[in-house]
């Protein structure tokens, strides 16, 4: 008899496994960010590679809110919440400060994914861009981080590092 796959099951895994992939690959590019680069900005209008990784992990923790549906109520709106996302220069002032961050807000996210089942994986959720379903906030834990290790990668490249750090 064949072997029946819950497709919110699997799409649940997936989505695990990716921000898993992409929450290590994070991590472990900022264990190669020199110390005395770590707040430095291209520019003035620019992130640091602690800003950069700060916003990463304060998304997961919204997103982790967003899945469970406990976002603070009223919802902000969307200007405010976007930039309740930007970490302040000071916010996390070190790699241990901002490594922590990175590890609570992956738990929030991981507990969160636990909560998705077939009956709520389609379900919207209120977001301060409206009713959005689930599965988009879900799939949205490791899409938004990988493209905050690109920028960490590119920053890499600016101050000359051109290992891949595999």
Do not use: C
């Not at 992956?106 to 959005?132: H, K, Q, W």
């Not at 938004?144 to 290992?163: C, F, K, N, P, S």
Request: a negative charge.
């Amino acid at each position: 008899m064949p072997q029946t796959i819950d497709s919110a099951s699997s799409s649940v895994a997936l989505a695990k496994s990716q921000f898993e992939h992409v929450n290590h690959r994070l991590l472990h590019l900022l264990t190669f960010v020199p110390d005395d680069k770590l707040t430095w900005t291209p520019s003035a209008t620019a992130n640091s590679a602690l800003q950069i990784v700060a916003h990463a992990a304060k998304s997961s923790r919204v997103f982790a809110k967003l899945i469970t549906g406990t976002m603070d109520d009223p919802m902000p709106a969307p200007p405010d919440f976007l930039a309740s996302l930007m970490p302040k220069a000071d916010d996390y002032p070190t790699r241990e400060s901002v490594i922590q961050l990175v590890h609570e807000t992956a738990d929030e996210l991981r507990a969160a994914y636990e909560t998705i089942n077939s009956e709520n994986i389609d379900a919207p959720v209120n977001s301060p861009f409206g009713p959005i379903p689930t599965r988009f906030w879900m799939g949205l834990g490791h899409n938004h981080m990988a493209g905050h290790v690109g920028q960490l990668e590119y920053l890499q490249t600016i101050w000359g590092d051109r290992d891949n750090h595999m």
